[in-house]
């Protein structure tokens, strides 16, 4: 896994988890943990379903969808629920906008993941674009 929003599948392709954010590796050490979060509930071998939605690829060529595990549960929510995401939708791909956008509030309020710390001082777009310094604060 390469971090907390990415899967990989055994034939190669990478899928980028929709309508969530999570730490990037470098943003240590929340970056680790979101992905171990990530591999905690779909790691190796793992059978997933994946639900694109109205663009099914990112500029980097990888597919952009909802990932469920086998209980029908969607990793994308799942992720955002235990702490570990915030949402991050880009239009047209918004169908489960609502359900996200419910799990991070969720989440934060009851101190979760990377709410229980200070895990998302900085946001992890905020972090790409160079806007924040040291251990994620700004």
């Known amino acids: 896994m390469p971090d907390g929003d990415t899967l990989r599948c055994t034939d190669g392709t990478r899928v980028r988890l929709l309508s969530i954010d999570t730490p990037e590796l470098a943003q ?3 970056g680790a943990s979101a992905r171990d979060a990530l591999r905690a509930v779909a ?3 793992t059978r997933l379903t994946l639900e694109t939605d109205v663009r099914e690829r990112d500029r980097y060529g ?3 969808a909802y990932a469920y595990d086998s209980d029908g549960r969607m990793l994308n929510e799942e992720m955002a629920r235990a702490g570990y995401a915030v949402a991050l939708v880009y239009p047209p791909n ?3 906008e609502a ?3 419910a ?3 969720e989440a934060r ?3 979760r993941g990377l709410w229980a710390t200070d895990g998302f001082v900085c946001a ?3 972090y790409r674009a160079g806007r924040c310094s040291g251990k994620g604060r700004r």
């Open 43 to 45: 790691g190796r071998g």
């Open 103 to 105: 799990a991070v509030a």
């Open 124 to 126: 992890p777009r905020d």
């Open 28 to 30: 240590k050490p929340h």
């Open 62 to 64: 990888r597919i952009l």
């Open 94 to 96: 918004v169908r489960h």
């Open 99 to 101: 359900r996200i956008r």
């Open 109 to 111: 309020a009851q101190g």
